[in-house]
């Protein structure tokens, strides 16, 4: 197993568990005690966990795992989220991307399908997600617009005040939200406060608002809220979803596509 696809591992370990001692981790992986120790040290130099004596916790009290740890999680699920989210773009349109794992696979999602192979422009894209921008810059029949911003590396995305200049000047047909959190109450959430600002403007800047977030992320609440359940138009999400969820988002006024 590389280095690489063993820190994803212990990552999305440490996510599920909160806390992973040296032994359990070298049986789990099936590495030594040692690799598991080198790799908790270096992990710890990255801020990406807590080093504790035998073991590792997850690092603060609202953990966020850095994008590009997130993206084996749910990866069926959001695969088929990101095509029927693409299915409800049409040529021509403008569309605001944020950040986030499903959004991406909504950009790749968007970048195959045959009836976007051309135009001028095809698609507008809007996104402050540089690995977005990176993924659909050599797609000649999209015209992209990056926001401006201090990049978060946590999520690839840009965030600050630099942005509001782009996004006060433009009009959105729709915008696609990746959230780490939404509730038929609280609403759409982010783990940060600056991402989940950038996120709202580009909703307020749509006539349309479609969330793009696997079941796990329903009826979940985080720090930083994006919009109201009301603002939201659609939510896209996986055939896990529960009814009761389904009934709720539906009574707020948000229709509902599981898939």
């Known amino acids: 197993m590389s280095r690489d696809a063993r820190w994803k591992a212990l990552l ?23 690799t598991i120790r080198r790799d908790f040290d270096q992990l710890a130099e990255q801020q990406m966990l807590v080093r504790t004596r035998g073991g590792a916790v997850v690092h603060g009290v609202s953990y966020e795992l850095p994008l590009r740890y997130k993206t084996a999680r749910h990866a069926s699920e959001k695969q088929r989220i990101a095509t029927a989210v693409a299915g409800l773009v049409s040529p021509g349109e403008a569309v605001g991307l944020t950040g986030g794992t499903t959004t991406t696979e909504v950009a790749r999602a968007l970048a195959v399908r045959p009836d976007l192979a051309s135009g001028s422009p095809a698609l507008t894209v809007v996104t402050n997600a540089l690995n977005i921008a990176n993924e659909l810059a050599v797609r000649p029949q999209f015209k992209i617009v990056v926001t401006g911003g201090v990049a978060r590396p946590q999520s690839y995305e840009l965030i600050g005040p630099l942005a509001d200049g782009v996004l006060g000047q433009i009009t959105l047909d729709v915008a696609v939200l990746g959230v780490v959190a939404f509730d038929a109450t609280h609403g759409a959430a982010a783990h ?9 403007l580009l909703c307020e800047r749509a006539e349309r608002v479609i969330v793009a977030a696997d079941s796990s992320k329903l009826g979940q609440r985080a720090f930083a809220r994006i919009c109201a359940a009301g603002s939201v138009d659609t939510l896209v999400t996986d055939s896990a979803v529960r009814q009761e969820t389904v009934r709720l988002f539906e009574e707020a006024g948000v229709a509902v596509i599981a898939v």
Request: without cysteine.
């Open 12 to 34: 999305e370990l440490l996510v599920e568990r909160g806390r992973l001692d040296v032994e359990e981790a070298a049986a789990q992986l099936e590495v030594s005690a040692a």
């Open 192 to 200: 940060d406060e600056a991402e989940a600002a950038i996120n709202r």
